[in-house]
């Protein structure tokens, strides 16, 4: 296996200017002070921003959709369930491509073809053409791709200990705000046209890939690239060696994600249901209180736990017996409108400690010659687990709220288990 010693980019965000220039011109960048690191940290975080965008932003237009093409329901959620299964198909692909060229030789085309199609997807609505908004949804879907997934594997290239598990925390927190802000951005655009939000989609993507190409400097890789044979050997090697731990922690991360959006997916059916009837931009801030918990927790979350593999362990056990409690707990008070939206915001603080624990240790634990595809991986689990989510909890609510409830604290009291045997952090990130 090739082994790579990994660069130092930047020191912690707390670190004193001289240090961070220091370390940055190592580094061959610019940024010679804090303001510099603050820049790159935003940077990276617009990229997951952009990506959460391409989904929540169109849920609450569906049923104007629906009206204005002639459609049915299941027509207009291909929408979603293409683009997340089309990013979630060629992740791993463009994880490959970046460990084969660079992260901003990927990330900066995705970007361009993310935005693009969503101008086509406009267009397609302009001339009530449901094929064409189909083609570009499955574009915008491959542009994806190529966008969260690798600036996670960037994070990892670019920071090391503190300042790593930091910067993934505000990447974690970043698409937490995405999922909070994007319905309720959805909704006010729908105000002015229902097609709208597909052309608000280029905007987003072209201040973030001006963040990309004037702000992050991404070191040069020092061995060159892997012929794919002994690539492929190589990941099929990390896999083995590291199977135990790093397929628990990715399917973790993914049912995080699925009971998440699912549990949300839930309340948001309940909200438009008899005696509430809320909905529209009203209901999309009351969806925002538990994801608001769960940005704040990931955020100070990654601050907090640096690489320290004892403080992860305890992080991640107690986010996930937190989800399971306060999921169970939902069971009793599914009639209860105030008490079930305060134990899914304590279900969405669970959430927000764990995956920041997940992603320094899957960002951590591999080289930059590699880590490209195995962090592709692992957010094409996420991605599936979030695509799937709705349907399924769809037709679990269609028998009884408590099936819901019961099946995920299920699943959670299940993953805790696993992860409290399987995953030991700081042996795993020593290795």
Do not use: H
């Not at 199977?243 to 628990?248: G, K, Q």
Request: hydrophobic share 55%.
């Amino acid at each position: 296996m090739q082994t790579t010693k990994r660069r130092k980019l930047m020191v912690s965000f707390e670190s004193d200017m001289s240090d961070a220039g220091s370390d940055a011109a190592a580094q061959g960048s610019e940024a010679s002070s804090a303001k510099g690191s603050v820049l790159v940290f935003i940077a990276l975080a617009s990229i997951p921003l952009v990506l959460v965008l391409g989904n929540s932003m169109l849920v609450p237009v569906l049923p104007q959709m629906q009206e204005k093409l002639g459609i049915t329901q299941f027509q207009s959620s291909l929408l979603i369930t293409l683009f997340s299964v089309t990013a979630g198909v060629f992740i791993p692909v463009i994880g490959y491509l970046s460990d084969r060229f660079s992260r901003k030789a990927i990330i900066i085309p995705a970007l361009i073809v993310y935005g693009a199609a969503g101008i086509l997807a406009g267009f397609g609505a302009i001339w009530s053409s449901y094929s064409t908004i189909i083609i570009a949804r499955a574009i915008q879907g491959l542009g994806a791709a190529g966008t969260a997934p690798i600036a996670m594997a960037l994070v990892g290239d670019l920071f090391k200990a503190g300042t790593e598990s930091k910067a993934l925390g505000l990447m974690e927190a970043s698409n937490g705000t995405g999922k909070v802000v994007s319905p309720i951005i959805g909704s006010l655009l729908a105000l002015w046209a229902w097609f709208a939000a597909f052309f608000a989609f280029p905007v987003f993507c072209a201040v973030a890939l001006a963040a990309v190409i004037f702000i992050i400097k991404e070191p040069s890789k020092e061995n060159k690239p892997m012929k794919l044979g002994d690539y492929v050997k190589t990941v099929s090697t990390i896999l083995k060696e590291k199977a135990r731990w790093l397929i628990t922690a990715f399917c973790a991360g993914s049912l995080g994600l699925f009971i998440l959006f699912g549990v949300l997916f839930y309340l948001s059916e309940q909200l438009e249901k008899e005696p509430y009837s809320i909905d529209g931009v009203k209901k999309g801030f009351i969806l925002a209180i538990p994801l608001l918990g769960q940005v704040l927790t990931a955020y100070i979350t990654g601050s907090r736990i640096k690489k320290n593999g004892k403080v992860i362990r305890w992080v991640m056990n107690i986010g996930l017996a937190l989800m399971t409690v306060s999921l169970a707990s939902a069971i009793f008070f599914l009639n209860n409108i105030v008490i079930l939206i305060a134990l899914l915001c304590l279900s969405s603080i669970g959430t927000g400690l764990l995956l920041p624990c997940l992603n320094t240790m899957i960002v951590g634990s591999v080289e930059q010659a590699e880590r490209g595809m195995i962090t592709s991986l692992y957010n094409s689990l996420r991605f599936l687990g979030v695509a799937f989510g709705p349907p399924l909890f769809s037709w679990m609510m269609d028998i009884s709220g408590k099936l819901v409830f019961t099946s995920v604290s299920v699943l959670s009291a299940l993953t805790f288990v696993a992860v409290l045997l399987l995953i030991k952090p700081g042996k795993q990130l020593s290795e």
